[in-house]
Every structure is written in structure tokens, then in C-alpha cells.
């Protein structure tokens, strides 16, 4: 599976971004879709996820409410839209790919198996 991730950049608190995350490979089955992010010297922290079969969501407490994550189906590409953007939110976002579903979800780093190239969200004050 590889992945490409996209649509990071440069925005002001309280403004917008969409990251996309185009899937390809052997994406079937009871996959889930999810974006991490990180900071310099922490560890890949959960933002959000979504099953491919069911479409159902996980969010992290921090981005509930504002981000919202979704999946086209037909284009194999899953979206994070991230509104009311925050300078916390500032760091790299990394798409991932796992190939399935844990109950309970997949909200943590080893429970994915392949990893798309970092894009970076810059909010500022």
C-alpha cells in the first residue's frame, strides 16, 4: 500500500486547511484510514480514523467538534478537514493505513501498517 498525503501549508488561528490522502494498492477489506501528527521530540500522536467498509469515525478529544475526516470511496483518498485551527495544532500530519480493524479502534501508531510522507500545518497566533 502506498499513500500520498497532501494539502498542508500555512494558516491563522481560527482558519481552515483539508489534507488529502490518496490510497493505492490492496486498500480492500476491513481497513481503517487514519492521521497522526507530530511534534519535534514527541511521538506520533492520534487525530483521527476512519473504516473503510463502514465509513464509522474516531476522533482524539483535542480535535472533536473541529476536525472531521472522511473517505471517497471511488478515489481511494481519504480527507481531514480542520477547521477552527489552533497554533497546538501546529505539526507534522502523517496518513496511515491499516490493514484492519481493532475494537476499541486503531488510535495508536503501531496499530498501522503502512505511512504516507509527513505534510506540515503551521497555525499561527
Known amino acids: 500500500v502506498q499513500l500520498q498525503a497532501s494539502g498542508g501549508g500555512f494558516v491563522q488561528a481560527g482558519g481552515s486547511l483539508r489534507l488529502s490522502c490518496a490510497a493505492s494498492?490492496?486498500?480492500?477489506?476491513?481497513?481503517?484510514m487514519g492521521w497522526f501528527r507530530r511534534t519535534p521530540g514527541k511521538e506520533r500522536d492520534f487525530v483521527a480514523a476512519?473504516?473503510?467498509?463502514?465509513?464509522?469515525?474516531a476522533y482524539a478529544e483535542s480535535v472533536k467538534g473541529r476536525f472531521a475526516i472522511s473517505r471517497d470511496r471511488a478515489k481511494n483518498t481519504v480527507y481531514l478537514q480542520m477547521n477552527s485551527l489552533k497554533p497546538e495544532d501546529t505539526a507534522v500530519y502523517y496518513c496511515?493505513?491499516?490493514?484492519?480493524?481493532?475494537?476499541?479502534?486503531?488510535?495508536?501508531?503501531?496499530?498501522?501498517?503502512?505511512w504516507g510522507q509527513g505534510t506540515q500545518v503551521t497555525v499561527s497566533s
Open positions: 476512519i473504516r473503510r467498509s463502514t465509513g464509522s469515525t
Open positions: 496511515a493505513f491499516a490493514s484492519a480493524f481493532r475494537a476499541g479502534w486503531n488510535t495508536h501508531f503501531s496499530h498501522y501498517d503502512f
Open positions: 494498492g490492496r486498500t480492500l477489506g476491513n481497513s481503517v
